[in-house]
T-cell receptor, first 114, second 115 residues
Framework: EAGVVQSPRYKIIEKKQPVAFWCNPI?????LYWYRQNLGQGPELLIR????????DSQLPKDRFSAERLKGVDSTLKIQPAELGDSAVYLC????????????FGEGSRLTVL | GENVEQHPSTLSVQEGDSAVIKCTYS??????FPWYKQELGKRPQLIID?????GEKKDQRIAVTLNKTAKHFSLHITETQPEDSAVYFC??????????????FGRGTSLIVHP
């Protein structure tokens, strides 16, 4: 079975440029999470989806970040415009929601903003 | 919200020694405590978890203990091997809440096992 798939794996952009990350969760997983992991830190939640509904986005910087999960399957996280402080690894994870607490992570998208 | 503190940030041991990583949490309503291992450049993966109705859980060389009164939990690795070298994250979660678990992660412990 395929795991959580993310792309791109690496992205280098100039500040003020836009960037988008894509995530395809494990089939059947209704819950999808986007986390940001700064160097030497633990993952921090940006947004959580239950199917297609964003139910927890309090940590998402809404002035520049946006996300969507059309049809309750794959998801896109966008940053526009990017700032130097956005350099981090963006991790997508999925789970069966209420049936298990285990999160299955993708390999992450490493963003470098110059 | 939940706050998870994790110590130490770096742990260096000799192969065969034991390693202990400790975490504390702030929200007494948290009831699920997973541990994730992240090897360099790879995705975090669940290695063991414990729920609030259990005080200890073992899986081969790995064990986790939970003290609900003190709001702390620990990961114990015995007979460490070089392949145990990785970053370990503890997390605390209430759940399911709004349909799923929402783990808050600690800052991570970099475990280095010297051959």
């Amino acid at each position: 079975e395929a795991g959580v798939v993310q792309s791109p794996r690496y992205k280098i952009i100039e500040k003020k440029q836009p960037v988008a990350f894509w995530c395809n969760p494990i089939s059947g997983h209704n819950t999808l999470y986007w986390y940001r992991q700064n160097l030497g830190q633990g993952p921090e939640l940006l947004i959580r989806y239950e199917n297609e509904e964003a139910v927890d986005d309090s940590q998402l910087p809404k002035d520049r970040f946006s996300a969507e999960r059309l049809k309750g399957v794959d998801s896109t996280l966008k940053i526009q415009p990017a700032e130097l402080g956005d350099s981090a690894v963006y991790l997508c994870a999925s789970s069966f929601g209420q049936f298990t607490g285990e999160l299955f992570f993708g390999e992450g998208s490493r963003l470098t903003v110059l | 919200g939940e706050n998870v503190e994790q110590h130490p940030s770096t742990l260096s041991v000799q192969e065969g020694d034991s390693a202990v990583i400790k975490c504390t949490y702030s929200d007494s309503a948290s009831n699920y405590f997973p541990w994730y291992k992240q090897e360099l450049g790879k995705r975090p993966q669940l290695i063991i978890d414990i729920r609030s109705n259990v005080g200890e859980k073992k899986d081969q060389r790995i064990a986790v203990t939970l003290n609900k009164t003190a709001k702390h939990f620990s990961l114990h690795i015995t007979e460490t091997q070089p392949e145990d070298s990785a970053v370990y994250f503890c997390a605390a979660s209430k759940g399911p809440s709004g349909g799923s678990y929402i783990p808050t992660f600690g800052r991570g412990t970099s475990l280095i096992v010297h051959p």
